[in-house]
């Protein structure tokens, strides 16, 4: 349990010297130049060798070096396509996936409405099947919070326990009730490692590098960057309610939007009233949806427990999370402030490019020697997550193609500096997505196919060039994901804007084929690596405990709410019983294998 813990020590906050130009008789203009440099160096010394020896080091007095040091941003997850295989039936039965996988984790107890749709949209642009944390444990009369605290610790246990799961996997863990996808994997995770690596440039500008002892004995000390980032949530335009004096709302980073994205109002509340914090920079930790390595995201859950442990469980893993956000941002603070130049320092005051992190009456209890270094940043231009709260006005769907409303876009949202928007780079590189598999009329795999069920647009005249995409018109993204915590009553509108609606059925039934036959063939012998995991079976979901569970048996029913279609039940459309689900290596995970008839 919790030691007592000492208060924050007194940290002197860092001020200048005052330095007033004192006004002086005229004196020959060349002197007065002289004399000017001398003060400036003089102070200019004074002010660098002051350094405050006296103050703990607070990098290595709380251990900050990560535990799982192997980047995320270099981890080999996303591999070049490859479209140079031939046919070839022989499937492997050893296959060995050596390059880091992508796991998403969806946390439901039961098939909603909204996990359904979450499951469908995932499925439809290619994730690996999702992992059901807590699927089928129910809980009668247990409380919110103590379904909170199981889902909490099911999402760590199952990143510590899992055989399927390594240390350097990607994971991808989203809320279950209201995100849909938008766009594949691929975009999902470079873009990832994109913000990483960019910002973590920056990050080594700000806090400078550290020597630390090599991890093989005898070699020389190595220079690591001090704090990086590895985990990244979305960002929010709102703090977590009741923590308005925590570091979590006052002492985390700024957005990296321009300061008047939103006009003159930008940023004002929480001066302002509430109905305002559209105007604001999404600034704030909001946990809907989170990715990073899983050894990155299982130290943050066991913290995260750890607080709602210390304080009874009084409040959510939303506060804990934004708290542990803020203590980070705190601590880095403090050690920029050890280790600054304060002539620098007092320099960029001046000229005012500085934005020093705002630690002015803060109070948190630092635990000696823990852990508050987690490697945390938020996506804050919605390149991965967007999130629906008070930013439902700053979407919309619209079609690349479609020259009069890319031109006028921004400008209709009164964004400075507008531009005419293209698609973006890494979506017009991706394969058409209504391209049917050459091989599916042909494949005697299940779903088997019909003209009817099967129909996508032709794909000559159809692309994501004129698909309708959401897009962020202040931040000019295309997120990967929706998160729709704002309205409820939008949901439903927004799932049918979706580009795949119309076709979700037919999409769906694409993604389930694949599982089997020439795909899946092709894949293999790649040695797996173009598959974001090896357990394969895309006719359904996994859970935690390892179970299989079939697409019907966690949607049946919400076909309505997913397809609109009146086609009639999943994979009974034809009055057909339940098909056998096959992985990629041909093993039958589901059902019964169908009767082979007696002519073969
Ligand atoms: C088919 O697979 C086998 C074993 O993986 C390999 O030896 C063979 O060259 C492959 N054939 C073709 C045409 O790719
Ligand atoms: C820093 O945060 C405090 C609240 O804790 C606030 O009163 C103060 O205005 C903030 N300072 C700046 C420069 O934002
Ligand atoms: C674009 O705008 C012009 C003039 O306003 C109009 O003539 C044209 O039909 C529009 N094109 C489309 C595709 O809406
Ligand atoms: C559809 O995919 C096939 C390969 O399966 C490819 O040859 C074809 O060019 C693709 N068509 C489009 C429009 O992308
Ligand atoms: C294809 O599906 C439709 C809709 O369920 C059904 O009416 C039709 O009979 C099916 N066609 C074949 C050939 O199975």
């Not at 309205?487 to 993604?511: G, Q, S, T």
Request: glycine share 6%.
């Amino acid at each position: 349990m919790a030691s007592p813990s000492p208060p924050l020590p007194r940290f002197e906050e860092t001020k200048p010297a005052p330095w007033q130009f004192a006004r002086r008789p005229r004196t020959p203009r060349a002197k007065a130049i002289v004399y000017s440099a001398i003060a400036f160096f003089c102070l200019f010394y004074l002010l660098s060798s002051s350094k405050r020896q006296s103050q703990p080091d607070f990098w290595s007095e709380f251990p900050s070096r990560h535990p799982f040091p192997e980047s995320p941003e270099n981890a080999q997850v996303a591999l070049p396509q490859r479209l140079d295989i031939s046919i070839n039936d022989t499937l492997p039965h050893d296959l060995n996936k050596p390059n880091p996988s992508l796991h998403v984790l969806v946390p439901v107890q039961h098939g909603s409405r909204g996990a359904c749709r979450a499951i469908t949209s995932a499925m439809i642009l290619g994730y690996p099947p999702p992992t059901l944390v807590g699927y089928g444990h129910e809980k009668p009369g247990a409380t919110e919070l103590e379904r909170m605290v199981d889902r909490i610790t099911r999402m760590r246990n199952y990143l510590k326990e899992s055989k399927m799961v390594k240390n350097h996997d990607i994971v991808l863990a989203i809320d279950a009730d209201d995100i849909f996808f938008q766009l594949p994997p691929r975009v999902l995770v470079t873009r990832f490692q994109e913000i990483l690596r960019k910002n973590n440039q920056k990050l080594l500008k700000k806090y400078g590098a550290v020597k630390v002892e090599s991890s093989i004995p005898g070699s020389p000390p190595e220079i690591v960057q001090k704090y990086s980032q590895r985990v990244l949530f979305g960002a929010s335009k709102i703090c977590y309610s009741a923590l308005e004096e925590d570091a979590g709302c006052v002492s985390v980073p700024h957005s990296s939007l321009p300061p008047d994205v939103y006009g003159w109002k930008t940023d004002d509340y929480p001066d302002g009233e509430l109905v305002d914090a559209h105007m604001n920079r999404p600034r704030y930790l909001n946990p809907g949806a989170v990715i990073g390595q899983a050894a990155d995201l299982r130290i943050i859950y066991d913290e995260a427990l750890r607080i709602l442990q210390q304080r009874n469980k009084k409040h959510g893993d939303y506060q804990a999370l934004t708290q542990i956000y803020g203590r980070q941002e705190v601590i880095r603070e403090l050690e920029r402030r050890r280790t600054v130049n304060n002539a620098k320092e007092w320099l960029y005051k001046l000229i005012g490019i500085d934005e020093p992190t705002n630690i002015t009456s803060i109070s948190v209890r630092l635990e000696t020697g823990h852990r508050y270094e987690y490697g945390i940043g938020l996506d804050y231009e919605s390149q991965l997550f967007f999130n629906q709260i008070y930013s439902r006005g700053d979407v919309e769907f619209i079609k690349y193609n479609d020259i009069n409303k890319t031109s006028q876009f921004q400008g209709q949202h009164h964004v400075p500096r507008e531009h005419r928007l293209l698609l973006p780079d890494d979506i017009a590189a991706l394969p058409n997505p209504y391209n049917q598999s050459r091989f599916a009329k042909d494949q005697t795999t299940h779903p088997l196919w019909n003209a009817t069920l099967d129909k996508l647009p032709n794909p000559e005249g159809h692309s994501w060039h004129n698909a309708p995409l959401m897009t962020n018109a202040h931040s000019a993204s295309v997120p990967v994901l929706a998160h729709l915590n704002g309205d409820h009553k939008l949901r439903n509108e927004w799932w049918e804007k979706m580009w795949f609606f119309p076709y979700a059925r037919a999409l769906l039934r694409r993604y389930m084929r694949s599982s089997h036959g020439f795909d899946a063939a092709q894949s293999s012998l790649l040695g797996g690596q173009n598959w974001w995991n090896t357990r394969g079976g895309r006719g359904g979901v996994w859970t935690d405990d390892e179970n299989w569970v079939t697409y019907s048996d966690v949607c049946e029913g919400q076909e309505r709410d997913l397809f609109d279609d009146d086609l009639g039940l999943w994979a009974k459309e034809n009055g057909d019983p339940d098909e056998p689900v096959y992985n990629q290596f041909g093993n039958l995970l589901y059902g019964k294998e169908p009767e082979v008839p007696d002519e073969w």
